[in-house]
């Protein structure tokens, strides 16, 4: 039997005999160690890859709950508001399931490639003027009448669903980690993996749990700042929520884990992009490299860290949003012709240039 989320953790999930299993082969991403990073800052870090997930994002881990549960309630249509990763991946499943998939988008803000996605598998695609926060709230008042499951982290399935981000980590490390750090939008994933490390806490007196820290885009900071943010900015789209669904859970994630919420600029989370491309081999998208960010600024102030263990949640691929990499990236490709003697000479005297070399 291949072996899959649905039956691997299926005792720690709310999955009876009258669940279908649904999978496309989510979860079980690779827990990267991290090569240079660990050694200048004098700790274990490790990179959890959710880009592998079969959308590219960690949404397919509580996408294959809330669609199993969708239809074993027997619903043949799903809904979502979505700053992309969301509509991408309930697209796929709907697609592969037979459910009519409807995702409303803010107008103009979603990444290329999760569109791109969700036009591919065939999702019906309305677009608003608006924000997240606004087609949320449409969703919330319109699938009732419609009869639509709702697969935003609203739906409990999907909170459930995404715990097993945690319980992969302790069953990979033997142990908790001492830290996390996570991008925090919508504030579903923190709430999940908080839930992920108290159930299985409650199962092993041995473990404790991972401080979480949240992080934020500044100008799209609500839990950090204690306010609602009626108009989310930052580049990191994936976190451009204002008014996030699971603030309360958030907030008791992070009280009871000692954690904390920390904010970071978009020239931060750029940076750190960059630094994880090009230290580690890893490009996740810009929100993803809001935790390294978050982690960089940590340690500006604190010394804790030293010697811990520490997971970097990089929630999803870099290939989702090539527009924003695009604007930043180095166009200094050096030019020559097809020679030998040219070529040879392109590589002796030409510099590859920093990754933002042209914006910073
Ligand atoms: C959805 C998403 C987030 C934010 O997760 P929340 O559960 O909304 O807090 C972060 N990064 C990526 C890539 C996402 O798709």
């Known amino acids: 039997m291949t072996k899959t989320l649905f039956n691997h953790y299926k005792n720690l999930l709310p999955i009876t005999s009258k669940t279908p299993e649904v999978t496309l082969g989510e979860g079980f991403t690779p827990l990267v160690k991290s090569n240079n ?4 800052y004098d700790c274990e870090i490790f990179f959890k890859l959710e880009g592998c997930n079969p959308s590219a994002s960690f949404k397919d881990r509580g996408m294959f709950m809330a669609v199993s549960k969708a239809i074993e309630n027997k619903k043949n249509k799903i809904i979502c508001a979505s700053t992309g ?19 409303i988008i803010p107008s103009g803000k979603i990444a290329l490639g ?9 999702a019906k695609i309305i677009s608003i003027k608006g924000n997240f926060d606004q087609a949320l709230n449409a969703v919330r008042e319109i699938s009732d009448s419609l009869n639509l499951e709702i697969v935003n982290s609203i739906n409990p399935f999907r909170l459930e669903g995404q715990m097993t981000g945690a319980f992969e980590i302790v069953d990979e490390l033997g142990s908790n980690p001492d830290f996390q750090f996570m991008p925090v939008g ?22 404790e749990f991972p401080r979480l820290i949240g992080i934020q885009a500044e100008n799209s900071a609500p839990l950090v700042d204690k306010k609602i943010v009626t108009s989310p900015q930052t580049i990191a789209s994936a976190i451009r929520i204002g008014n996030p ?6 907030l008791e994630a992070i009280t009871q884990t000692k954690g904390e919420f920390l904010k970071v600029s978009d020239k931060q989370i750029l940076e ?18 809001a935790s390294l960010a978050g982690f960089l600024k940590y340690a500006e102030s604190n010394k804790d860290y030293k010697g811990k263990k520490i997971v970097f949640i990089l929630t999803g691929n870099g290939l989702k949003d090539p527009e924003v990499a695009q604007k930043y990236l180095s166009s200094d490709i050096v030019k020559t012709t097809s020679k030998v ?8 005297s030409g510099k590859s240039k920093s990754f933002f070399s042209k914006f910073f």
């Open 272 to 289: 750190a992009q960059s630094l994880l491309a090009k230290k580690e081999g890893i490009f996740c998208e810009p929100a993803s490299a």
């Open 37 to 40: 990073l660990s050694e200048k």
């Open 85 to 103: 990763n969301t509509s991408a991946s309930a697209a796929a499943y709907g697609a592969r399931y037979n459910l009519e998939t409807i995702v």
């Open 245 to 250: 669904a699971s603030s309360s859970l958030a």
């Open 114 to 122: 999760k569109l791109l996605q969700a036009m591919a598998y065939g």
């Open 341 to 348: 003697e040219d070529i040879s000479n392109a590589i002796i």
């Open 186 to 207: 919508n504030a579903g994933n923190i709430s999940s993996y908080y839930k992920g490390y108290k159930l299985y806490k409650s199962k092993n007196n041995k473990l």
